[in-house]
């Protein structure tokens, strides 16, 4: 998975398809004889040009592989010069797929049985999964000294098995997560043990202590690969609570509390594989920490049950759902008329998709439901509908409300275990807020008065009031993208701070997204601001101007523009939007479509909108590429030079550094820091001209823009062009 590494390929005889799925021995002396593993599966298909077997001929068949260790496009290239021709080489694309550092002794078992080679060769038999014991779902906790309260923890069950140094994670239903969760097979490392079973929980654990399940639904196989923000594997942790087997002793018959203790003894924590602790305190005082936490609920286990497969009434769950009303935007076909309900948000004239509900329904009511909607139903989306829905989805007129009770609100502001309570026939659709209960939190606005720019007299109360009008042109260019926020919380004339990582008392409905920082060396809860709500919420912190990253969390590591930045050293404003069209001109004759806008301050920003499939050091290494061209073409006009001491003067400073994961520039529509209150605007190239300024595009006149132009930069956000055999 490094494209880094290229791997030899041996071409062999055909083999018959049924050995795809054969894993075993095969007697020394035949053709093949030795231990056989079954190492990936999945589905593959062809790209590129021309049919796979004119690639055969030509001796460059490209592939997308959809498996469940190696994901992605791949090359096989025939190498030249070899007397047998049946040498080739095995690469793995630069595209949103790779990993830098990809190990393949990680993920030396078998996808089919979990074993290692060796011990297929001893003919070590595959793990016989546990059933995991089962927690009953009740309205309260149990009360009393015989029950101990843990975290209900947002994640996937997992029954781990250590032999020989080695582990199979396991499924409830014994499916294999050895090769989704590669990192935690270190767990043996962790116990003093030479064989057993422990039961546990695998979680995304975001910066908050809190588990996220939609962050670690790309792991198995819910989204595809790519399509989905796939978690960062520092935040990947495994919660154990229970062990039931210790070096060949079955400890299922014994005591929970009796099992605990053995855990515990044998248990060496750490930051990836932790100890889900007892919650100390009366059922009333943990369900109150849980509801001020946001937990997903409270287990109950009694301290003196032993560990049976299955539901049991000696393991009690309580879960903590929200309940809210919603507008009924449609229905997705189904075996019972309807397979679900699709819900959307009315906020400022607008309509968002916020997920599907298919449970709690009875026959009665989906009879009923299904037979108002198709008396409604309409053709198309209606106008106000923004955004994505699902792509099957049958439309009716925004009128119906259903309250549905959830568990939460996921990163990418959807729904998380939606059940349906009821349609609302005497509440008219109207203008709904993402909230956490019936009357749940929508952003509190303080100091709407404070004077933000003194010579201007701008207080925050318009910075508010801006961001309201210019939000539906603002927030697609910020949604997914994670945003470091640099708040003034006395105006410009304060002194500013840079926020990235998000507090604990952030109100749970503000969507945010957790990478590890390479500098800081820990987690970094970074704030979406995908709705207007959010970002109300931030300009109220003190937020001026927005900064996102240049990628967003579908593809984190690849940006999906090129960033170029100029500005003015010791020159006039003319001689920038001179370098701006030299510029064009080079990107031109690469056949490469550009954008430009005011950076807000004294410089102006051109981008190259890209499919994110490049890396971040590819995209700056062209981008280096391209102002070496400029500044060879033009070193009159342009300087490259870092240092402002070593830097020419009367020269535009080409700066293609800013490219760089977690880098960020100002978006389009920012209002600027600066006396005036500048807008980060968008210009057609044409009005590009001698004497005009940044100045010119401010915080008043903006909006009025905007009504006559509309978004120039609407195009940035589907530009799917490609840097592949760009040469300059």
Not at 163 to 173: K, P
Not at 654 to 677: E, M
Request: some cysteine.
């Amino acid at each position: 998975m490094d494209p880094a590494h290229k791997r030899l390929a041996m071409e062999v005889e055909d083999h018959p398809v049924a050995y795809g799925t054969f894993e075993g021995t095969i007697p020394k002396g035949e053709y093949g004889g030795g231990s056989v593993m079954l190492w990936d599966t999945g589905a593959f298909e062809t790209e590129g040009p021309g049919s796979p077997e004119q690639q055969w001929e030509k001796g460059h068949l490209k592939l997308r592989l959809h498996g469940e260790k190696l994901t992605g496009t791949f090359t096989l290239v025939r190498m030249r010069g070899k007397a047998t021709g049946r040498e080739w080489l095995l690469v793995k694309s630069a595209d949103v797929d790779a990993q830098k550092g990809w190990s393949v002794d990680d993920y030396a078992f078998s996808i089919l049985t979990n074993r290692t080679q060796e011990q297929i060769a001893a003919n070590t038999p595959k793990p016989t999964p546990i059933a995991p014991m089962l927690a009953t779902l009740e309205t309260a906790l149990p009360e009393g000294p015989d029950w101990l309260y843990e975290v209900k923890w947002d994640g996937v069950r997992v029954i781990c098995t250590v032999e020989r140094g080695g582990v199979a994670l396991q499924s409830r239903n014994g499916q294999s997560y050895n090769a989704s969760f590669p990192e935690l097979l270190d767990l043996p490392r962790a116990l003093s043990l030479k064989s057993g079973t422990l039961d546990g929980e695998i979680v995304a654990v975001d910066a908050a202590g809190r588990s996220r399940f939609e962050a670690i639904q790309p792991r198995l196989g819910r989204t595809r690969p790519g399509n989905g923000s796939r978690p960062n594997a520092h935040g990947i942790a495994l919660y154990l609570f229970d062990l039931l087997a210790k070096d060949g002793n079955d400890l299922r018959g014994q005591t929970l509390r009796k099992r605990r203790g053995e855990l515990s003894a044998i248990f060496r924590p750490n930051e990836r594989f932790r100890l889900s602790n007892p919650l100390n305190g009366t059922a009333a005082s943990v369900m109150a920490v849980a509801v001020e936490h946001r937990l997903e609920g409270i287990i109950a286990k009694r301290w003196s049950s032993q560990y049976v497969s299955g539901r049991s009434h000696d393991w009690v769950k309580v879960k903590l759902q929200q309940r809210q009303e919603f507008v009924v935007c449609g229905w997705l076909p189904g075996k019972r008329s309807f397979s679900a309900l699709v819900l959307g948000l009315l906020a400022d004239g607008q309509l968002t998709w916020c997920g599907n509900v298919g449970t709690g329904f009875s026959e009665a009511a989906i009879r009923d439901i299904h037979a108002t909607l198709k008396a409604t139903a309409i053709e198309s989306r209606p106008r106000i509908a923004i955004g994505e829905w699902p792509p099957k989805m049958h439309w009716v007129p925004p009128a119906l409300t259903a309250e549905v009770k959830f568990a939460e609100w996921t990163t990418n502001r959807h729904l998380r275990a939606p059940v349906f309570v009821g349609l609302k026939p005497d509440r008219a659709a109207k203008e709904f807020q993402m909230t956490e209960s019936k009357t749940g939190p929508t952003p509190s606005l303080t100091n709407l008065d404070k004077v933000y720019f003194p010579k201007d007299k701008i207080t925050k109360g318009d910075l508010l009031a801006y961001y309201r009008e210019v939000a539906p042109v603002l927030l697609p260019h910020l949604k997914d993208r994670p945003a470091s926020l640099k708040r003034y919380p006395d105006g410009i004339t304060g002194e500013p701070f840079f926020q990235k990582n998000l507090s604990d008392s952030t109100p749970a409905w503000v969507p945010s997204v957790t990478y590890y920082s390479e500098d800081s060396k820990r987690d970094i809860r970074y704030a979406l601001v995908q709705d207007n709500n959010t970002l109300q919420y931030v300009v109220n912190l003190g937020c001026i101007d927005h900064n996102p990253w240049m990628s967003r969390t579908q593809s984190i590591d690849s940006p999906d523009y090129v960033l170029f930045d100029l500005d003015p050293f010791h020159c006039g404003f003319d001689k920038v939007i001179e370098a701006a069209h030299s510029l064009r001109e080079i990107l031109d004759s690469l056949k490469l479509e550009s954008f430009v806008k005011t950076s807000g301050s004294d410089g102006l920003h051109i981008v190259i909108p890209l499919k994110p499939v490049h890396s971040y050091d590819v995209v700056r290494d062209f981008a280096a590429s391209v102002a070496s061209a400029a500044a060879q073409a033009r070193p009159d006009l342009f300087t490259l030079e870092r240092s402002l001491a070593k830097r020419t003067r009367r020269r535009v400073y080409f700066d293609y550094l800013q490219i760089g994961k977690g880098k960020t520039i100002a978006a389009p529509y920012s209002v600027r820091p600066q006396n005036g209150a500048p807008v980060s605007t968008p210009l057609r190239w044409e009005e590009l001209v001698k004497g005009l300024r940044p100045k010119d595009f401010h915080i008043k006149n903006t909006v009025s823009r905007l009504a006559k132009i509309g978004d120039l930069w609407a195009p940035v956000l589907k530009g799917r062009q490609s840097l592949t055999r760009r040469k300059l």
